[in-house]
Structures are given as C-alpha cells and as structure tokens.
C-alpha cells in the first residue's frame, strides 16, 4: 500500500481519532461509553492548531495578510506555537505576546518556529492599562492591538478572542469529525475550556 505523502503542515491538522476510554469507564463505573477525540495527533499536539490555521486561511482570503506582512496574536501558549508552525510554513513573520507566566518550554518552542516573542511586562504601558482596567485582560488586549496597529500597519493581529473563524472552524470540522465517527450516536458532548488544549470526551448511553 502507498504511503501518503504530504506537501504542507497544514493538510495535517484535524481529521484526529476518537479512542474508546474502556478502563477509565471500568474504574470510575461509568455506564456510558466513553470516547476521547485525540487532539494531541495535530503536529503541534494541541487543539489550537485546528483555530490557528483557520483564523490565519480567513485573514488570507479576507485580504487582511499578504506576503511580507506580520501575523501577531497574544496567547498562554498553545495557540502561538501553533500560529508559529503555520506561519512558518506559509512564510509570514510572527510575532507573539505572551503572558510572562508561560513556561520557557513553550516560549522555545514558538521561537524555534522562527518567531519573536514578546513577554507583556516589556510592552511600555502595558501593565499600567491593564491594572486600571482592573484586571481586564481582553480590555489590555485591545488597547495593546490599537497601539501596535498604530505604529505598524503591517502587523495583522489574529485576535482569537473575537475573531469568527475561532470557533467556527469547530463547526466545520471537529463537529462534523465526532458525528460521522460515532454515526451520529451521539448523546452527550463534554470539552474543557482553559490556557491549555482541550481534552473531549463524548458519552454514548
């Protein structure tokens, strides 16, 4: 049988497996059955990849990006290391703004892909907005993207906080993925949500 052979990064993100939990239903005793939808098998390991491609393809058609341009985003990690892979592998620049929390491991990562990473506490400004803000995160965020957007008009923030093409892509494509692998058997649907990947299960009774 032929291998399949692919050309870009990007035609292997999504179409992830679903693995059936047996022994974590056995001990918990848990009479459903439970299946995980594998995210960990896109090439940066993380649902985020499946959002990244999504949102950085819409800038594309949108006009919003052409080549030579700077993609930025702020991010806790897994969405930058996978906007840095596929800007990478488009050939745009990246740059991103990270919360200095984040573990140097991610940060590695995302500059192995070639892109510069920003912490906010060297961003001028940043923290003073932030706390009168009192602690509104999306609120800093955006007056961080007016004031970049300002000085660089070639820097395109993704914005992943509001941008449609977001949760769209799950709509299009996990979605989709679990109904046609469970044959629409399908009666429960549990995600986590948090600064990490997301962790699905979904329970058949």
Known sequence: MAASIYNAVTELIGQTPLLRLSRFSERQGVRAELLGKLELFNPNHSVKDRIAL???????????????????????????????????????????????FVSIERSKIIQAYGAEVVPFSTVPGF??????????????TRWLVAQVAEAEPDVHF????????????????????????TQGKLDMFVASVGTGGTLSGIGRY
């Open 54 to 100: 999504a949102m950085i393809e819409q800038a594309e058609r949108d006009g919003l990006i052409k080549p030579g341009d700077t993609i930025a985003e702020t991010t806790s990690g897994n969405t930058g290391i996978g906007v840095a892979s596929i800007a990478a592998a488009k050939g745009y620049r990246f740059r991103v703004y990270i919360n200095d």
């Open 158 to 181: 993704l914005q992943q906080l509001q941008n449609p093409a977001n949760p769209r892509v799950h709509e299009l494509t996990t979605g989709p993925e679990i109904w046609r692998d």
């Open 127 to 140: 923290a003073d907005h932030y706390e009168a803000s009192d602690g509104d995160f999306v609120a800093a």
